[in-house]
T-cell receptor
Framework: IAGITQAPTSQILAAGRRMTLRCTQD?????MYWYRQDLGLGLRLIHY???????GKGEVPDGYSVSRANTDDFPLTLASAVPSQTSVYFC??????????????FGAGSRLTVL | AQSVTQLDSQVPVFEEAPVELRCNYS??????LFWYVQYPNQGLQLLLK??????LVKGINGFEAEFNKSQTSFHLRKPSVHISDTAEYFC???????????FGPGTSLSVIP
């Protein structure tokens, strides 16, 4: 089934540890995004990539890094996790060439708890 | 920069009653507007979108939204809700077809039997 796969689905992590959230899409979408979802704040954009080889900062990029080595994969890395990074993380992709607008397809999310 | 406001954080409504979820946006340029729905423990999925043309947009599951440029609003409506409509609803905006999408804080719709 075409879509976005995120891993892990859930993780508990000690503060100071390094963590990479994985995201893979099989739709050949050009753009990919990472959002975090926090109660009362909705979804906030962390980083994005309009095409393979390029990335950009979103609304809340501090403490996170991304890479886009190919079209399908867009991992999100927390170099040294802090408790404020406890959240649900969603990866999304889009291809506005198909739809004429940035219609996002979302993964199922990764729940991260930093203690 | 654009932003999105959803005035109601929680909306309880009885089954088969009508509902309106409010969304206002701010932007200095023309925008594309979206409503997404998130069912419990799931990712988000597109409910409907406004790109151009008719200001009344119909989406899935009987929802519709009306774009009002003068009031910078994009309110979501459904004439008769079902229990299965219980979910979180997010309004979102994008300046162009290639621009990043900015989300509002969400409205939690609870349908009461």
């Amino acid at each position: 089934i075409a879509g976005i796969t995120q891993a892990p689905t859930s993780q508990i992590l000690a503060a100071g540890r390094r963590m990479t959230l994985r995201c893979t899409q099989d739709m050949r979408h050009n753009a990919m995004y990472w959002y975090r979802q926090d109660l009362g704040l909705g979804l906030r954009l962390i980083h994005y990539s309009n095409t393979a080889g390029t990335t950009g900062k979103g609304e809340v990029p501090d403490g996170y890094s991304v890479s886009r080595a190919n079209t399908d994969d867009f991992p999100l890395t927390l170099a040294s996790a802090v408790p404020s990074q406890t959240s649900v993380y969603f990866c999304a992709s889009s291809d506005s060439r198909e739809t004429g607008a940035n219609v996002l397809t979302f993964g199922a999310g990764s729940r991260l708890t930093v203690l | 920069a654009q932003s999105v406001t959803q005035l109601d954080s929680q909306v309880p409504v009885f089954e088969e009653a009508p509902v309106e979820l409010r969304c206002n946006y701010s932007s200095s340029v023309s925008v594309y507007l979206f409503w997404y729905v998130q069912y419990p423990n799931q990712g988000l999925q597109l409910l409907l979108k406004y790109l151009s043309g008719s200001t009344l947009v119909k989406g899935i599951n009987g929802f519709e939204a009306e774009f009002n440029k003068s009031q910078t609003s994009f309110h979501l409506r459904k004439p008769s809700v079902h229990i299965s409509d219980t979910a979180e609803y997010f309004c979102a905006v994008s300046r162009t077809s290639y621009d990043k999408v900015i989300f509002g804080p969400g409205t939690s719709l609870s349908v009461i039997p």
